[in-house]
């Protein structure tokens, strides 16, 4: 039986709940004085630790528009707004996918519009994100491969030597991070990046996780470049450039890992958004 955690009292909130534990954080459901749910995110000791605090600096700075409120934060927990029950998972399991990606591409404008704060100085810079596919790339250049990896990495230079736009970045948007509730669609667990918008549509292209049938689908590919590109003001083939590169840095996240399975299935998502991008 685990303890029940103990809250700074100036939160002012009980009858906590555990809804979900990863292995990065636990996730309380509780009630705050006015009897309204809230979330408490603790993070957990461990490797990437900062890029859950940037996105705290993120929903500070995004202020409740797009994203849930963050209502306070202790340490390495965050007081969070709840978001509400239904994911963007639900809306393509009963409507279909393109009413998924609609909504999706809808928060996504709310999302990128601009705060009136300052950028919080503590997002990570888009290059520095990119740091594993380079560093892979480089070793297939060295060990004489023409790989996958080292035409995502030229296309991945090119997009961020010239980006469309820079705008904080939530870095993580897909079908589970998008819930509804009473405010209607939020976004929830931001990375907290900073970066063109285009890095952020890119990770829709491989999720959901477990439809591959979606995700190598050419018409759905291009579907979700044309809607994703009227969302940013970018071209289509722009979108798509940001999807391979995002797909190979994923791909190179879980070739450090050793997760061979992960990386293929990133690969070959890679292969048919590479194949649309060429028939535009």
């Not at 994203?67 to 009963?94: F, I, K, W």
């Not at 704060?117 to 297939?140: I, V």
């Not at 993580?172 to 998008?178: Q, R, T, Y």
């Not at 840095?249 to 293929?264: T, Y």
Request: glycine share 6%; net charge negative; aromatic share 8%.
């Amino acid at each position: 039986m685990m303890d029940t955690p103990a809250f700074p009292a100036r939160w002012k909130v009980s009858a906590p709940e555990l809804i979900a534990e990863t292995f990065s954080s636990r996730i309380w459901k509780v009630l705050r004085e006015d009897g309204s749910p809230a979330i408490v995110k603790a993070l957990k000791p461990f490797d990437d630790v900062a890029d859950e605090l940037r996105g705290e600096y993120y929903l500070a700075w995004r202020r409740g528009e797009g994203a849930v409120r963050l209502l306070g934060r202790d340490g390495h927990s965050m007081l969070l707004e709840y978001a509400g029950e239904t994911l963007l998972q639900q809306v393509l399991d009963e409507q279909g996918d393109f009413a998924a990606t609609a909504i999706a591409a809808e928060l996504m404008a709310k999302l990128f519009s601009r705060g009136k704060a300052p950028y919080p100085s503590e997002l990570q810079p888009l290059r520095e994100r990119f740091a594993s596919l380079f560093d892979k790339a480089n070793t297939d250049r060295d060990a004489g491969l023409d790989s996958l990896y080292v035409e995502a990495a030229v296309i991945a230079e090119r997009l961020l030597a010239d980006p469309h736009d820079i705008r904080p970045l939530h870095g993580d948007l897909h079908h589970e991070n998008i819930l509804h509730g009473p405010r209607g669609w939020l976004a929830i667990d931001p990375k907290g990046v900073l970066g063109d918008p285009g890095f952020d549509a890119a990770n829709m292209f491989y999720n959901p996780l477990d439809r591959d049938d979606l995700c190598l689908d050419p018409k759905r590919i291009a579907d979700m470049a044309e809607i994703f590109a009227r969302t940013l003001s970018q071209t289509p083939t722009a979108i798509l450039d940001h999807a391979i590169a995002y797909g190979c840095l994923s791909a190179s996240w879980h070739h450090e890992d050793d997760n061979a399975v992960e990386e293929n299935r990133e690969m070959s998502i890679v292969k048919a958004i590479r194949a649309v991008r060429a028939s535009f």
